[in-house]
């Protein structure tokens, strides 16, 4: 089977798509500039100005939205173009494919979206054969074929065929989960589906093509989109993309530019983005010559992936668990008097990436582990008192109350106004919002339900939200412009105007007020923000004045414990100011990226995942869990043949093949009988005796006695088991059936 059935031939881009995709990205940031309040790169001056690229993203925390961003910023810093690898399942979308076709994306067919239904039933005995599937009413040699995936329904899994034996027996390259669903269903027997094999040559010879020609490709070797806090494996797509281009064109020297995709709140409304670009990863001549070899080419391709995942965990800011993350805000927070106020947003991320490594390094020490106590503490008594620590200096517990007055009604009569200015455009943008909502709700639990991998699928709600609100907006806005058109017509108002150019008058500005009160807004945020530092100053000055005793001395002694490990692990860049002085970043003013009460929000769901893993790991020591080993975290290194075959090497996660493997609330469905109609009752039967004499093989539909009567058109079967009746009369139906039209 070819890799689709799309043309894959390279050629030339033409200078109209160009300017398409300059058009749509533009038209897609001016989105993006209003779903996100900030979105700010970090080492823009890295990116390669000319020669083949391979831009890989991650983490993968916001689905559609990650290719944009990445897209937008490598085109604004570094004027250059990326084309994305996309599944050819959403190719074929209306509009995620249109917009796919001009952003210059190549498509590429995943096995699991090929997958049609088998005929018949296979069994599988767990216990001595695992690798060895029984089909009864199956057409293997036909329907199947080596390299091919053969799939469990309900997602329970997939393999490879490695060897077809004859039409009711083949070969597996890995053996399904053994869990009590899956030895259920193999042992009973169960419908299965099949696809054929992909033979992606095309799809990477259009890749080796692109980038011999100077061009760059962006993708996300994780495989697909996440909301956990760690990096999932690289899928080997991506070392083979680089390593083949190299091989096949010795001239072609590629360069991979990691990209870290750091997100604050990234589902949220008005969030925070920060785009880093890491070093530039030149590939060695040597690792070339290894991929080329058929006996280290493997070890080539995991060397290129180690050195990937390198650079992209020194771009990304991850966490271990709540408490880490925890005392790294709070240190990041108090250190050196608020330092975090002097420096620009992509300072603040490697401020945090700095802060995790120190204590990843000396996390063991007493000193440590007793500063991290005091923390806990802190963030306790500050969520006692509901206040931010980035307001707690805002606290006057010794100014004369009289004068904080004046100022608490002064703020609470701006935020009154502000809140009046931004009603009617809140009022108007409303039902997007609240549809856009709803929908983005409804698919990440769709998403979560299909994913193995997601905790809460937030990766998907801030691309709804975008997506939904990109069509209903539109409408809504024309539908308003509508009305008032018509209001003004009949009342004889601006009748000057021609209709059309008062309806676009009135569009132009329903948008206009929509987008005046999302400024208003935000400015009343911040007002809201400070009002309770003022209203604690007035009722409680000595909570105030304990918490910030508290807090002066908790700053002094994280700023002392910085001071002294850092110059250790960072002795040529400790100091930030300088490091920022040398990046020559002007914009010293930054406001906070997020209060406390949004980091509970961002940690909660850390909090529940390490709960949930606990729990998991205790179920496993009292072995009612197994070991996961599923091969849907694979990186694809097995899947690479000594002669460099590039059929079914993953580019996209594999996970739907296996969302349910480990699922034990999965309530099974109710698996047909041999649906095949080709074949005549006598051909099911000796199938099935065929698949009862095979060695180790057991059933409980196995047939004490099986007889055939005098009688050239009946069969008479005798099971054991009441519960076989069904199958006794569907027999018998089919018989009368080919009789009757035999007469």
Known sequence: MSSNKYDLKY?????????????ILWLLSVVFDCFFREIKPRGAFKIPRDGPVIFVGAPHHNQFVDPVILMNQVKKEANRRISFLIAAKSYQLKVVGTLAKCQLSIPVIRPQDTLTKGNGKIFINMQEEPLKVIGV?????????????????????????????????????????????????????????????????????????????????????????????????????????????????????VKIVPCGMN???????????????????????????????????????????????????????????YETLMLIQAARRLYAGNLVQQLPLPLIVEMNR????????????????????????????????????????????????????????????????????SLPGAILFSPVFLVSKVIANKKAKKALANSVVKIAANDVIATWKILVSMVWAPVLYSFYASIGTSYCYRHNILSSFKLLWLWILLYVLGVLVTYSALIFGEQGMDIFKSIRPLYLSILSGSSICELKKMRHELSEEITEVVNT?????????FNLLELKDRLKITDSKVNYVDSDEEEDKKTEELRNRRLQNRKKKKLKQDGVLENDNSSSVSDGLSLLNSDNSLTNLPMFSDYPLYKNANNPDLKLELQSNFNSTANSTVSIVDDYKYALNQPHFSSPLRPTHMSKSNSSDQIELNFSNNKSKNLKDRIKQKMRANRNSDN
């Open 11 to 23: 050629e030339k881009i033409p200078w109209y798509r160009l300017v398409s995709y300059d058009l």
């Open 137 to 253: 009413g199956t057409k293997f040699t036909q329907d199947c074929m080596v390299k091919g995936l053969l799939a469990l329904p309900q997602s329970l899994g997939a393999s490879e065929i490695t060897e077809i034996i004859s039409d009711t027996e083949l070969y597996i390259r890995k053996e399904f989960k053994s869990t009590d669903q899956i030895k259920t269903l193999l042992t009973k027997g169960t419908s299965f589906k099949k696809a054929d094999k992909i033979d992606q040559k095309k799809v990477y010879k259009m890749v080796f093509d692109h980038l011999s020609d100077g061009n760059c490709i962006g993708i996300f070797p994780e495989g697909g989109s996440h909301d956990r806090p760690d990096l999932l494996p690289l899928k080997a797509g991506v070392a083979v993309m680089a390593l083949g281009a190299m091989e096949n064109n010795p001239n072609c020297n």
């Open 263 to 321: 997100y604050f709140n990234a589902h949220k409304f008005r969030s925070r983005a920060v785009v880093e670009f890491g070093d530039p990863l030149e590939i060695p001549i040597e690792l070339v010559k290894k991929y080329s070899n058929p006996e280290t080419n493997r070890e080539a391709v995991r060397e290129l992936l180690d050195l990937i995942t390198t650079g992209l965990k020194a771009v990304t800011v991850t966490c271990e668990d």
């Open 354 to 421: 700095r802060l995790i490594i120190g204590y990843q390094h000396y996390k063991n020490l007493p000193q440590i582990q007793k500063l991290k106590e005091k923390v806990l503490n802190y963030n306790e008594f500050l969520k006692s008192l509901y206040l931010p620590d980035h307001d707690v200096e805002n606290c006057k517990e010794s100014a004369n109350k009289i004068v904080i007055l004046p100022i608490l009604i002064f703020r609470i009569m701006k935020l009154l106004c502000l809140c009046i200015l």
């Open 565 to 573: 490990f850092g110059p250790e692990l960072f002795p040529k860049d």
